[in-house]
């Protein structure tokens, strides 16, 4: 029976054990990088100039990356020491349970950004007039309840972590995550699919894309680098077969994940030929820029007139 932990076997061969290092250390290094900038997106996402529901949304992105790096970091330093440190079973799980917990926060909210985002799109009339105005806080702290829910399941059940597990118990709440998974996943497919398609036909599809574009690169960058860590954890405790190399191969992409998504928000935001130039505020306003005038028309619209300058 599987659980929460998901340790393997060591290299049988140098070289083997060279690739995992190789990888392990680029993964070091990548979240330390993905750090900074979600740090820097957190930072400048919650001043108040940003007021728009799609930066709220950003903002809990940004901390649910945060955490998970945080936790990434720590949790693969044993593997790089190679047996000279090993964390107490009692840290292992709670890194884990932390990792699996802002990694199901962060694909939610990004199942919620592309569904809103479509919904924005394509009935702009109802977005404008009719969204009920606290929806997006909301939709947030539901998804930060619900998944804490669920990785607590998860944990009492699977683990040791508050008891003796449930081993059926475990078996059916992963066959629910392997669903949320699936169903998550093909939730942002059709919603960018479809807004995808409103963009490159509809009538304003020669205008600049702003936002539209940083919620289709998200989804991609999910889907070839946050997906894998994802399958490779329901494999390790749905009892699938996938290769050893595998393991650390998610691993990395994991962080690319978390990592890519502050550079593409400012490089979406920052004026070719002047990027390392502009403010960060400005560029990271500019990526929001279609939405920030949207949430300032609906705003104003329901009787608020919203600054959105600097």
């Known amino acids: ?22 990888i392990l250390s680029l993964t070091e290094l990548l ?16 001043q108040n100039v940003y007021r728009n529901p799609f930066s709220i949304y950003l903002l809990d992105v940004a901390c649910a990356d945060l955490i998970f790096l945080c936790c990434h970091m720590v949790a693969i330093i044993p593997e790089l ?38 919904l924005a799109t394509l009935f702009p009339a109802w977005y404008l007039c009719r969204r009920p105005r606290y929806l997006t806080t909301c939709v947030c702290a539901l998804i ?32 629910v995550v392997a669903v949320l998974l699936a169903a998550l996943c093909c939730t942002m497919c059709v919603t960018s699919l ?31 680098c946050g997906l894998p860590f994802g399958i490779f954890w329901l494999s390790k405790n749905l009892s699938w077969h996938t290769p050893l190399y595998f393991y650390h191969f998610s691993f990395f992409m994991a ?3 978390s990592a890519a998504k502050p550079a593409i928000y400012f490089f979406l935001g920052s004026t070719p030929g ?6 960060l505020r400005l560029v990271l306003q500019r990526a929001l820029g279609d939405e920030a005038e949207l949430g300032a028309v609906r705003e104003a619209s329901q009787g608020g007139l919203v600054d959105m300058t600097v």
């Open 81 to 118: 020491l190679q047996d000279q440190l090993n964390f107490p079973e009692f840290v292992h799980i709670s890194l884990t349970m932390l990792r699996f917990f802002c990694y199901i926060v962060g694909l939610s909210l990004l199942a919620a950004i592309s569904t809103e985002q479509c």
């Open 255 to 257: 962080s690319v994940h």
């Open 194 to 224: 479809l807004l995808l398609l409103r963009v490159e036909r509809g009538p304003e599809r020669h205008q600049p894309r702003g936002f539209p574009t940083l919620v289709l690169l998200a989804v991609l960058l999910f889907l070839f």
């Open 1 to 22: 029976m599987t659980s929460l932990s998901m340790h393997t076997d060591s290299p049988s061969t140098q070289g083997e054990m060279a690739f995992n290092l190789t």
């Open 274 to 279: 002047q990027r390392f130039r502009e403010p």
């Open 144 to 175: 930060w309840v619900l998944c804490l829910l669920l990785d607590l399941l998860l944990s009492g059940a699977c683990t040791q972590f508050f008891g003796a597990p449930s081993y059926h118990l475990c078996d059916m709440l992963w066959l």
């Open 31 to 46: 979240s330390l990088g993905g750090l900074l900038g979600n740090g820097v997106a957190l930072w400048l996402l919650n």
